[in-house]
């Protein structure tokens, strides 16, 4: 049996800010400390909610100088956030970012597993090995770890929360009141793992929630990245210039996950991270875009954010006219490598000015998501159809735009049958498509029985 | 200015079961799974909002074995189950039981910072250093930290919690929209803390709440854990097994506080755990006591659970009849060792049998406070007065016996004037009359002002 696909979205809420746009607080419907304010971040998932939308996704950093973007300056944590928001929402998927560079696996197992619990299991862990090689300095390390000890940590430690996840078995807790029995102590697996990064006893003192295990996020774009989410990611958060990019990536990432770990195709669900401006028109989106651009995607923000990649290198001390200064590179190394190395490189090969190169980042904002509902929805349906895609994650920047893809552009979607009329599902697996993991202990169990 | 003395109250929900009780789960009015079920929690905690309670409690362990009692077996993290609770609460204080011993400062002081952020003010942070030794092995480590090594880290981990929660003055951010101005950058603090067991950077990317910091709980009963508490605990988790007991160590930890590290008594707020048995009469209520005592606090449950301050030491392999094993004293090294001691010596000095000592455990839960709603008041009233405390953290066994608290005796304290009526104050701090610590760079600026 397949069941019709589905087109998947999710919301990202910016708060005060978001990648490259420094001054969305001046927008008077956001509140100056949206991003530690419980209530916009309800107000936002709500409208998500009724928009059917799949999932809110919350995006972390954990290291700030003086001269760090509004967004990042102060920012609740994303699980505890999540936890807040389980009870004030009913249906939709809470995806939040959480680093394996700087938890132990136990803690973050159980964090997440409770985060699963309270939402009845709509739970999911956007996997991040921390960009930002200032992080190190908060957790005692004079240096961020190299890739390949970041990418080794990410995959062990994942591996390890879904074992400690299967500690229960479904029917472990029998909690009989006739007979005083409550658990069946058979069905309690401890772990005793001992790996190359990671050791734990276990087992985990939390049963699986309704979707088994929460589902697994990633984001990276490196060789080790995309390895990383080929093998063990359901969800793919990236981004795409065109759809022409898009359905490589997906093409690529789905051909690793079948040739390289097996995988069926569907249990990857990628959704790039896009820009949506809705007009009356065509033409008025594309206004409010471009006032949009020149209020919050200023040159200076551009600037100020550019140096992220290179370790939040500070690019004001260069002479903007002068050539590009490509040995920045080197700072990037335990950062976010493979973004710093193709502006680099693309900035090498047009021999562009440092101006120039601030400049073609800020093209990002200028998107394809823009103009009217209509439009807007058959540009969003033309990728998903052509496979450049399973799904989007809207970025929520300006409240009033978010409100009309809500009630303008997701009822086209559903009209048109790629989207969800109302919920079919408590999870976030079930939203997702996304078969619910056998627990490994009661597999192991029914495999002996059938071989008997 | 001295405002009146206040009873301050908490209340500990149980979940499926509590102190040696195992079979709290029986009562069919407690759901099988309390422990992990959110709309259990969130009805305990707005019954105790409804009597004006100062704060509920959530006890922690995270270390199982398939003997382990039910309520150890299956339960959510404290902290992400407190946020789930801030959204469905409004007033009621919220603590949380986190480890220094399994941490990272920065972590978790980002979690209760944000905790205390949503929650507008009201979170509270257990500090534990972990008893249950086997702990340990959920971490990476072969054997629990000797007792020097789990204070030391918890003193430096919460003045380094506390300095990182002073990040931000409170006045950092100003989001002028009339200049743009977002951050007076002067006012946001790194802290470069190279210490004894943690080096961190900082800043946190985190405002402060409306109280500050969140308060500092905390239950040691070693000399270092009274130390501990004399020094850098707020409000203190204690057992008393009479009056006498409790005004001993009230005298103790508050002589301690003011000699040794210059504080006010009234910044140590002392509420030892009870448990509370409301009847019609009190002899209704002790023949209530007399029933759940059979029920729930069998011998066998007291047996089960009677190895944890020895490190989960077995006992069921020991004859019951004969003298008690003094030489299991040594396995209590790294566990609750204060405790495994006063059991030991206690023990070889009235020469008894394990049977007796087992036995004498459950003495605990022939209560003090046991009796009419009149008789109940009367009593806490006494102790309050007496000064063998500042007031009472009541544990939630029998919801039925819970809701008798709220609407019986609570009236009653509030008649005579020992507890509010209504709140008065929005945050933890508020409702337990402690001060909202000076942000140290402010104060060190207004010093420097003053000085000119």
Redesign the interface.
């Known amino acids: 049996m397949t069941s019709k696909r589905q087109m998947h979205l999710g919301a990202v809420p910016y708060g ?1 800010g978001g990648p490259g746009s ?2 969305l ?2 927008d ?1 419907e956001i509140p ?2 949206a991003s ?1 304010d ?1 209530a916009w971040y ?1 107000e936002m998932a709500r409208l998500a909610e009724r928009g059917r939308f799949d999932l809110v996704f919350i995006v972390d ?4 100088t ?2 760090s973007p ?1 967004h ?6 994303p ?3 999540l ?6 929402t009913e249906h939709i998927g809470l995806v939040g970012t959480a680093t394996t560079s ?3 696996p ?2 973050l197992a ?2 997440l ?3 699963d ?2 939402s009845g299991g709509r739970a999911g862990w956007n996997v991040v090995t921390t960009g930002d090689a ?1 992080t190190a ?4 390390l004079d240096d961020h770890y190299d890739y390949e000890t970041r990418y080794g940590r990410a995959s062990e430690f994942i591996e390890l929360a879904q074992a400690l996840w299967d500690s ?1 078995e479904d029917d472990a ?1 029998v ?1 009989d ?1 006739t007979s ?1 029995a ?2 069946d ?2 069905k ?1 697996h401890r772990l005793d793992h001992d790996g190359k990064y ?6 985990l ?3 699986r929630s309704a979707q088994g295990h929460p589902v697994i996020f990633q984001a990276g774009d490196s060789e080790q990245g995309r390895d990383l989410g080929a093998s063990l990611g359901e969800g793919i958060f990236t981004h795409a210039a065109d759809i022409g990019a898009g359905q490589a990536f997906c093409d690529d990432l789905k051909t690793r996950a079948r040739a390289k770990f097996g995988r069926r195709p569907d249990q990857l669900v990628i959704m790039p991270g896009i820009k949506v401006v809705v007009g009356d028109t065509d033409q008025e989106a594309r206004e409010i875009e471009a006032y949009n651009n020149d209020r919050d995607h200023t040159f200076d923000a551009a600037l100020g954010e550019f140096g992220r990649p290179f370790g939040w290198h500070d690019f004001r001390q260069y002479d903007l006219d002068a050539p590009f200064p490509a040995d920045v590179l080197a700072y990037g190394e335990r950062s976010f490598y493979t973004r710093a190395r193709a502006i680099t490189q693309q900035a090498v090969e047009n021999r562009w000015t440092l101006r120039e190169t601030v400049e073609s980042t800020r093209q990002f904002h200028r998107g394809e998501f823009v103009g009217s509902a209509q439009t807007v929805a058959a540009k969003l349906i033309e990728w998903w159809e052509a496979r450049a895609c399973d799904g989007f994650n809207i970025g929520i920047d300006h409240p009033s735009n978010f409100r009309r893809v809500v009630d303008e552009v997701v009822p086209i979607l559903q009209e048109r049958g790629a989207f969800r009329a109302d919920y079919d599902s408590t999870t976030l697996r079930g939203h997702l498509g996304l078969p619910i993991p056998a627990n490994r202990h009661t597999e192991r169990r029914e495999a002996v029985d059938e071989a008997v």
Chains 1, 2 share one sequence.
């Open positions: 005060t420094h001054t607080w001046l008077p100056g400390d530690v419980i309800v950093s954990q290291f700030i003086p001269n509004p990042y300056l102060n920012r609740l944590e699980l505890t956030l936890s807040a928001l389980a009870t004030q700087f938890n132990s136990f803690n159980r964090r597993g409770s985060l619990l309270i200032g300095g908060n957790y005692g229960y807790f909690r009141r005083g409550f658990l102590r058979g309690q990671f050791k734990v006893r276990g087992p003192n939390l049963v």
